[in-house]
């Protein structure tokens, strides 16, 4: 009952957000929720030892490591987000009431849709860390897109728009493609003695893996592969990304980055242990590695030269999607490790800069990197909170983000690639000069234009993302033993070795 409580809770909150009329109890509602769903997932914690093996081979709805690992970090930025929605909120309705003469309905229709879809949004990512059968997965992933779809399409312009419209065609035809992988795992399912068929759950697939068709289940992977890969923003898949980390509200654009990406990356990570246990992980390894460079090399190549903060930061994250792909491709006890960490440290750090970025667009009504200039003279809190930002999400020691990154450059050098660590080594350098003359442009100087009037940096702007930025430089320096101990046992699922 704890895992659909769970489910359930969020789900609940979201009708009740649809239906409650003032905007007092709506965001009330909205914390509640976040804390009621932190409190019960970091509960689950207190009992680590239930998640040191695969879930029952017959079980579609269970949670492992990796799944608890995911639930975790969607819960916790979850509920940091909802405290800095209320605040958002508050000064877009304030901003409604001066700009906006159409009428009390019109203005207050959208915080309703938004503040629903973003707890529906959590319930449905609560139920894919928690799906062990991969057609269960897929209703799932796909739920995801439809109740965030809103959250994009918030402001109600022709670019919010066309980033919604991009965001549903392109992630449809992504899930028809891992759909289509589920039905080739069907059929690598039907095993030699007697046409027996084994239930697509992890679990069973898993411990029969001998018994799959080796042929069918590559092509099982690849499509997998694709389909969840374009959800998670992986080149050349990625196109949808840019527009809807652009446009969204700085708060659905932190979830969209730093919870769906790492969603939509554990059903990729459940085809790879299926390929794994069948003694195909080569090829699935193969195909990461490939898919992981090549995305950090596209969003190096967009970075540089980038005239718009909010979409460098959503080429950020395809780079550190390719991060994950790449750790996960190396695999063994080291690269799977760097890889999860890297998991929980580029969440984070992302999330605040998201929400950072929401804070310049608000004082400054632009998103042009050029028209920006002197932040440190208008907006000091934020200004510090956004440098200290880039030097976390580049890697720069001793944020968190540098410790996982150079976990995965030892195990391709362990593994005595180096031709893959020189090039993943040239990528991060590539992406952080491309990030550092946009970031410190912004920040120092004259400012081009005063803003219309004088900003305030209230409490809510700057509280939820400094704490994020604290926990991304705690990482840095100190790794919980409990989070240690989760790390090594969800690599231990993934093939990763003890």
């Given at each position: 009952?704890h ?8 789900a609940a909150?979201g009708?009740?957000?649809f239906?409650?009329r003032?905007?007092a109890?709506?965001?009330?509602v909205?914390?509640?929720?976040a ?10 914690w207190?009992v ?5 093996r695969?879930?029952d081979?017959?079980?579609w ?12 970090i969607?819960?916790?930025?979850f509920?940091?987000?909802?405290f ?9 309705h304030?901003?409604s009431h001066?700009?906006i003469?159409?009428?009390?309905y019109?203005?207050?229709a ?6 629903g ?10 139920f894919?860390?928690m ?5 269960l997965?897929?209703?799932?992933v796909?739920?995801?897109t439809l109740?965030?779809?809103p ?5 109600r312009?022709?670019r ?6 991009k965001?549903?065609l392109i992630?449809?035809v992504?899930i ?9 795992l069907a059929?690598a ?6 046409g027996?068929r ?6 069973s697939?898993?411990?029969d893996?001998?018994?799959l068709n080796?042929?069918?289940l590559?092509?099982a992977?690849?499509?997998l ?7 998670m923003?992986?080149?050349p898949m990625h196109t ?7 446009e969204?509200?700085s708060s659905?654009?932190?979830l ?8 939509a ?8 242990q ?22 950090m090399?596209v ?7 980038q005239s ?7 080429y950020?994250?395809?780079?550190h ?7 996960a491709?190396?695999g063994g006890?080291l690269?799977t490790?760097?890889?999860?960490l890297h ?7 992302k999330a605040?800069?998201?929400l ?5 667009l608000?004082?400054f ?9 002197g932040?440190?003279?208008?907006v000091?809190?934020t200004?510090l909170l956004w440098?200290?930002?880039f030097?976390?999400i580049t890697g720069?020691?001793?944020?968190g983000?540098?410790?996982?990154e150079?976990?995965i450059?030892?195990a391709a050098?362990d593994?005595g690639?180096?031709?893959?660590a020189?090039v993943?080594l040239?990528?991060?350098v ?16 004259e400012p081009?234009?005063p ?7 209230t409490f809510s ?7 994020l930025?604290?926990?991304?430089l705690?990482?840095g320096?100190?790794?919980p033993?409990?989070l ?15």
């Amino acid at each position: 009952m704890h895992l659909y409580a769970l489910i359930l809770i969020p789900a609940a909150a979201g009708a009740a957000a649809f239906a409650v009329r003032p905007d007092a109890a709506r965001r009330l509602v909205l914390v509640a929720a976040a804390v009621v769903h932190s409190a019960l997932t970091f509960s689950l914690w207190l009992v680590p030892q239930q998640f040191s093996r695969l879930p029952d081979r017959m079980s579609w709805i269970a949670l492992d490591a990796a799944g608890l690992l995911v639930l975790s970090i969607t819960s916790l930025l979850f509920l940091i987000t909802a405290f800095y929605t209320v605040g958002y909120l508050r000064r877009e309705h304030d901003e409604s009431h001066r700009d906006i003469e159409e009428g009390f309905y019109f203005r207050n229709a959208p915080e309703a849709v938004f503040t629903g879809c973003l707890l529906f949004f959590l319930s449905s990512m609560t139920f894919v860390t928690m799906c062990q059968h991969f057609g269960l997965l897929w209703v799932a992933v796909e739920a995801t897109t439809l109740v965030s779809a809103p959250l994009i399409y918030f402001h109600r312009q022709h670019r919010s728009l066309e980033a919604t419209w991009k965001y549903l065609l392109i992630c449809s035809v992504g899930i028809a493609l891992a759909l289509l992988g589920n039905f080739l795992l069907a059929v690598a399912a039907t095993s030699a003695e007697g046409g027996e068929r084994l239930p697509l759950v992890v679990g069973s697939l898993a411990a029969d893996g001998a018994s799959l068709n080796p042929l069918w289940l590559k092509a099982a992977f690849v499509f997998l592969l694709v389909g969840y890969g374009t959800k998670m923003g992986l080149a050349p898949m990625h196109t949808w990304l840019p527009d809807a980390h652009s446009e969204a509200p700085s708060s659905a654009s932190a979830l969209l980055s730093g919870a769906l990406l790492n969603c939509a990356f554990l059903g990729i990570l459940r085809a790879h242990q299926v390929c794994d246990a069948a003694q195909h992980g080569e090829f699935s390894r193969s195909l990461l590695v490939g898919f992981g460079l090549l995305s950090m090399a596209v969003a190096g190549i967009f970075i540089v030269g980038q005239s718009d903060f909010k979409r460098m930061l959503a080429y950020s994250s395809i780079e550190h999607m390719g991060i994950l792909a790449l750790g996960a491709g190396l695999g063994g006890a080291l690269g799977t490790y760097g890889m999860l960490l890297h998991a929980v440290n580029h969440s984070v750090t992302k999330a605040m800069l998201f929400l950072v970025a929401g804070n310049i667009l608000g004082v400054f009504k632009t998103k042009q990197c050029s028209a920006i200039r002197g932040m440190n003279r208008v907006v000091p809190w934020t200004t510090l909170l956004w440098v200290a930002g880039f030097l976390a999400i580049t890697g720069s020691p001793p944020f968190g983000v540098f410790l996982s990154e150079f976990t995965i450059l030892r195990a391709a050098l362990d593994q005595g690639r180096n031709i893959v660590a020189a090039v993943y080594l040239g990528l991060l350098v590539l992406i952080f000069v491309g990030m550092a003359t946009i970031v410190l442009n912004m920040s120092q100087g004259e400012p081009a234009e005063p803003p219309a009037q004088e900003p305030r940096e209230t409490f809510s702007m700057i509280a939820p993302p400094a704490l994020l930025g604290l926990l991304a430089l705690a990482l840095g320096l100190y790794i919980p033993p409990a989070l240690n101990d989760m790390l090594h046992r969800a690599a231990e699922a993934l093939g990763g070795g003890a």
